[in-house]
């Protein structure tokens, strides 16, 4: 989850042509003021001048006289914003416009990457994985109910599996839609193959297509990631970015939990980033193979209670449909 040279200078290539758009629609905003209200343009020429006379005056210790051009200015800015409101524009037309106001447009913000160079970051990152390809074929438009048994009731639910399924499905298109207001998190558990991935794929792609940052992690990776940042060798400072990124996204996919080593360490990782992120109001979802007893014994109750008490669950059901699109059932 690293960024490569070449790609760190592709983002801050990307801030540089922010820059020049940035400037070239300024120089446009300022050519049609000056050009339909002249006056605009004078008396921006003698604001200049009067803070220019403003800096002499205090270099030559003259601060009062200094204090009076000033002064001079504000009242010229006065005359410039009432003539451009006559004419029907804001006060800061001519003003820079930023596309992130909180770094300006340059990715750093009191030395550190800005919220907008994360969200290009993980953009990046997640094309290197790519993953961009496996969503493309796992999605809400390619997702077939035809491999859901119409037939057999699940005792649990007094549904068939079809039935079943359909009402999961509906309820991750719900969460699609409340995302923007509503970060919730969710547990898919279930056999393998029973659609724990495909659903988590599904939810991903319109998520980013809506414009949300997006992490997707198996287990291992995932622990591998916070491990590195806390005892690993490398680079401090990019180790913390890659951490930062499981707390900070909008979603974090974490796939086949119960899969890795499972010892004290990624007991107490899963419940920090599992805590942390309900604290920031941050989207997750897990997909393990152990049921809940088995995950709370894996994992302990501590871990287990949160989850339980904050996530929606869905254990899934159905066969292995790897098996079942070739034409075996139980």
Do not use: W
């Amino acid at each position: 989850m690293a960024l490569s040279n070449s790609q760190y200078q592709a983002i801050m290539r990307i801030y540089n042509r922010r820059q020049f758009q940035n400037k070239r629609e300024q120089d446009e905003r300022i050519k049609e003021i000056f050009e339909k209200i002249p006056q605009v343009e004078a008396l921006t020429d003698e604001i200049t001048a009067a803070m220019a006379q403003a800096g002499r005056r205090m270099v030559m210790g003259d601060p009062d006289g200094a204090a009076a051009m000033k002064r001079e200015a504000a009242m010229l800015k006065e005359q410039k914003v009432m003539y451009m409101e006559r004419n029907g524009y804001p006060a800061d037309y001519m003003e820079m416009k930023y596309r992130c106001p909180d770094c300006r447009d340059t990715g750093y913000r009191d030395g550190k990457k800005c919220h907008c160079f994360k969200r290009i970051e993980i953009e990046i990152l997640y094309d290197q994985s790519n993953i961009r390809d496996v969503l493309a074929r796992e999605n809400f438009d390619t997702l077939s109910m035809e491999y859901y048994d119409k037939e057999r009731v699940d005792e649990k639910t007094g549904m068939t599996v079809l039935e079943y399924m359909t009402m999961v499905i509906e309820e991750c298109k719900e969460y699609v839609e409340r995302f923007g207001e509503e970060k919730g998190s969710i547990l898919f558990t279930g056999n393998t193959g029973c659609g724990k991935t495909f659903l988590s794929n599904c939810i991903a792609r319109e998520l980013i297509q809506r414009g949300f940052s997006v992490v997707y992690l198996t287990a291992t990776d995932m622990f591998d990631v916070l491990s590195e940042s806390r005892f690993g060798n490398r680079d401090e400072e990019e180790a913390k970015d890659r951490a930062a990124y499981i707390l900070d996204c909008d979603l974090l996919i974490i796939d086949d939990l119960g899969t890795e080593l499972i010892n004290t360490f990624t007991a107490s990782q899963l419940f920090y980033c599992v805590n942390e992120r309900l604290n920031r109001k941050k989207g997750t979802i897990i997909s393990t193979n152990l049921a809940l007893n088995r995950l709370q014994d894996e994992f302990t109750e501590r871990v287990t209670s949160r989850i339980m008490s904050q996530y929606k669950i869905f254990p899934l059901l159905g066969e292995d449909l790897r098996f079942v699109r070739r034409g075996y059932r139980k």
